[in-house]
């Protein structure tokens, strides 16, 4: 069992930037596809950003959203567990809760359920 912990939400002014962090208990986690997704109110969860696991013959490829494309970067650290969501030009749109999902022998996948381990959440706030 993994467990994940994201944190780095928080309220920003639009345009202004954060980074989120899903933190794992466990190395492999390493080895998971992690993805982002978020839920803001009364809407459905929807994907953001995914990033595959580092393979010692090439680097972690990702995926994103169309809605984040140019403006979000997901990175992993795999000596601190840690798989980053660098979000910047935020806008008030990006309002949610975030969420970061990591899943064994996936590739970049935009699908909630096929990944299996989730985070509680953290809050994103972009106000305008």
């Known amino acids: 069992q993994v467990q994940l912990v994201e944190s780095g939400g928080g309220l920003v002014q639009a345009g202004g930037s954060l980074r989120l962090s899903c933190a794992a208990s466990?190395?492999?986690?390493?080895?998971?596809?992690v993805g982002w997704f978020r839920q803001a109110p009364g809407k459905e969860r929807e994907f953001v950003a995914a990033i595959r696991a580092i393979r010692p013959w090439s680097s972690s490829s990702t995926n994103y959203a169309d809605s984040v494309k140019g403006r979000f970067t997901t990175s992993r650290d795999s000596a601190k567990n840690t798989v980053y969501l660098q979000m910047n030009s935020l806008k008030s749109e990006d309002t949610a809760i975030y969420y970061c999902?990591?899943?064994?022998?996936?590739?970049?996948?935009?699908?909630?359920?096929?990944?299996?381990?989730w985070g509680q959440g953290t809050q994103v706030t972009v106000s305008s």
């Open positions: 999902a990591g899943g064994s022998n996936l590739g970049v996948t935009t699908t909630a359920n096929a990944y299996n381990y």
């Open positions: 466990s190395r492999t986690f390493n080895s998971y596809t």
